[in-house]
């Protein structure tokens, strides 16, 4: 069913858009995420859509009926707005501040009677927010303050709500609370969520519908899986790291000259890559297969990686391919991945990084690399966190250079 329709709609100031060409259809009980650069019209498609703002040209519909031939107090009964303007509530209680919500329902002297109490206090513990009922709205802190600004808005009985970056200033924890509200609010009661967010990955994560706005247009509308790397990417203009839609993370790019090869696979590279990043050391990776996490990571943070396609046992082609790098490296990182016959090749790589003196990092005890390279396990370096990792990233090349250089001391 459809909550609300935009056609041709232009959105600005004064006449003067800012967004044009808005087309939208809003399925009832959805949570839409509007995202985009700053300055990209969000806040004023916003309040556009909440009837704050006129349009300067098309339409907006709700249910059906123009948003402005809708009656102020008919509007307020369907729709409710919570923007980013900080309220000064004076000496209002959390209560008095929800309870200012109910004025649809009321009569001219805003009287409450004992439902509208009731349903005050409901709002304010359908947000966890019922014990900040009888404090002074101004001593919260941010994210109370948020959870209470949704407690008004929901007093209202709305069947949309409009968000303007409801996680502004507030902490992590606070952030994915409010976020599990909105997302409760949309299954359980049907209420159709309409926000701005600037945590991409937050938002994507959270909403059933992402609209990207940029260079006043609507540049992609759809699902979060719809929406792809690139599109992401390109929408902030992240040149310094990359958005992987698959994984729903934003990871920091590596442009560093790669002097460490990490095998990996099943995940157990992924912490390794981003300490590597975080500490400005190059790296190349491999023999992973295109639907392995790490894949996933290292393409997204922009390292050379070779690959093996889906469920095949990899090849002498991607096996001669990770050779040819382990030889320009200086270290060899044994990430601890499991071990199967399809990825048999990247033990024979660590097998024979050894054999050839290179040093090789491990992150598996000493017993299991006893069954798996023998006397070689000797000369592996045993690592039991990812920053151990960092300290044996020093330049230098293999065990056979080492050896070399103390021989020639002891000569001397």
């Given amino acids: 069913m459809k909550m609300l329709e935009t056609r041709d709609l232009t959105v600005g100031h004064e006449k003067k858009p800012i967004v044009e060409g808005i087309n939208l259809e809003i399925t009832q009980g959805h949570l839409i995420a509007l995202l985009g650069p700053n300055g990209a019209g969000k806040s004023t498609i916003l309040k556009s859509l909440s009837g704050l703002l006129a349009p300067v040209k098309g339409a907006i519909y709700i249910h059906g009926s123009d948003l402005s031939r809708i009656k102020r107090k008919t509007l307020s009964k369907v729709l409710a707005v919570v923007l980013t303007e900080r309220l000064n509530a004076g000496f209002l209680t959390s209560y008095d501040v929800t309870a200012t919500g109910r004025y649809p329902h009321t009569g001219f002297l805003g009287k409450l009677g004992a439902e509208d109490k009731t349903k005050v206090l409901d709002c304010l513990r359908v947000v966890n927010a019922e014990k900040l009922a009888w404090r002074y709205f101004n001593e919260l802190s941010d994210g109370e303050k948020q959870k209470v600004l949704l407690a008004r808005a929901l007093a209202q009985e709305p069947e949309l709500i409009i968000l303007d970056e409801p996680t502004t200033h507030l902490d992590v924890r606070h952030k994915l609370e409010v976020?599990?509200?909105?997302?409760?609010?949309?299954?359980?009661?049907?209420?159709?969520?309409?926000?701005?967010?600037?945590?991409?990955?937050?938002?994507?994560?959270?909403?059933?519908t992402a609209i990207l706005v940029k260079d006043g247009r609507i540049v992609s509308c759809g699902s979060p899986e719809k929406v792809g790397n690139n599109e992401v990417s390109a929408l902030y203009d992240i040149d310094c790291a990359g958005y992987n839609a698959f994984m729903g993370t934003i990871e920091i790019s590596n442009s560093g000259e790669p002097s460490?090869?990490?095998?990996?696979?099943?995940?157990?590279?992924?912490?390794?890559?981003?300490?590597?990043?975080?500490?400005?050391?190059?790296?190349?990776?491999?023999?992973?297969?295109?639907?392995?996490?790490?894949?996933?990571?290292?393409?997204?943070?922009?390292?050379?990686?070779?690959?093996?396609?889906?469920?095949?046992?990899?090849?002498?082609?991607?096996?001669?391919?990770?050779?040819?790098?382990?030889?320009?490296?200086?270290?060899?990182?044994?990430?601890?991945?499991?071990?199967?016959?399809?990825?048999?090749?990247?033990?024979?790589?660590?097998?024979?990084?050894?054999?050839?003196?290179?040093?090789?990092?491990?992150?598996?005890?000493?017993?299991?690399?006893?069954?798996?390279?023998?006397?070689?396990?000797?000369?592996?370096?045993?690592?039991?966190?990812a920053a151990e990792i960092l300290q044996h990233c020093d330049g230098t090349k293999t065990f056979h250079d080492r050896r070399e250089r103390l021989k020639s001391v002891n000569s001397e």
């Avoid at 976020?179 to 959270?206: Q, W």
């Avoid at 082609?317 to 990430?335: F, G, M, P």
């Fill in 179 to 208: 976020m599990a509200i909105l997302k409760r609010l949309s299954r359980e009661k049907g209420i159709t969520v309409i926000f701005s967010l600037h945590e991409i990955d937050l938002a994507l994560k959270s909403c059933d």
């Fill in 260 to 385: 460490v090869f990490i095998v990996g696979g099943a995940g157990k590279a992924t912490g390794i890559y981003r300490m590597l990043t975080r500490n400005n050391v190059g790296f190349c990776t491999g023999i992973l297969h295109e639907n392995d996490v790490d894949c996933h990571i290292a393409e997204t943070i922009g390292v050379i990686t070779v690959k093996e396609k889906p469920f095949q046992n990899i090849g002498l082609k991607a096996y001669r391919e990770a050779q040819n790098l382990i030889r320009e490296t200086s270290l060899v990182v044994d990430t601890g991945f499991p071990i199967a016959e399809s990825n048999s090749f990247n033990r024979k790589l660590v097998l024979e990084a050894l054999q050839d003196g290179q040093r090789v990092c491990t992150m598996r005890d000493k017993k299991e690399n006893r069954q798996l390279y023998g006397d070689w396990a000797d000369e592996m370096i045993y690592c039991h966190t």
